[in-house]
């Protein structure tokens, strides 16, 4: 069973940035399309950000132009840089792979724990 381990989150001010890292096993990565989820407080888990096997990359509109999505050339790891955050960009953040190519697509496999990501000066 793959697992994903996601890292990286914290507290940071209103307009910083953060980096968050997704492990999963060997190879796992680069395999599958992938993607970036966030749940905040009270609210439904939400994809962001996804990035296909061959490496194109696409953003929900309440990130793009500020978050990335990429990989490294193992395949073993996913990261979202994040930029500009604000303070609604607070949530739990979650990687997988979704089960389809909506926008609205679950995990396919069994959740981590997520990184906690809190904006707040």
């Known amino acids: 069973q793959v697992q994903l381990v996601e890292s990286g989150g914290g507290l940071v001010q209103p307009g910083g940035s953060l980096r968050l890292s997704c492990a999963a096993s060997?190879?796992?990565?680069?395999?599958?399309?992938m993607g970036w989820y966030r749940q905040a407080p009270g609210k439904q888990r939400e994809l962001v950000a996804r990035i296909t096997i061959g490496g194109s990359t696409d953003y929900a509109d309440s990130v793009k132009g500020r978050f990335t999505i990429s990989k490294n050339n193992a395949g073993n790891t996913m990261y979202l840089q994040m930029n500009s955050l604000k303070p609604e960009d607070a949530a739990v953040y979650y990687c997988?792979?979704?089960?389809?190519?909506?926008?609205?697509?679950?995990?396919?496999?069994?959740w981590g724990q997520g990184t906690q990501v809190t904006v707040s000066a």
């Open positions: 060997v190879g796992f990565i680069r395999l599958y399309d």
């Open positions: 997988n792979r979704p089960t389809s190519s909506r926008w609205s697509a679950g995990g396919s496999l069994p």
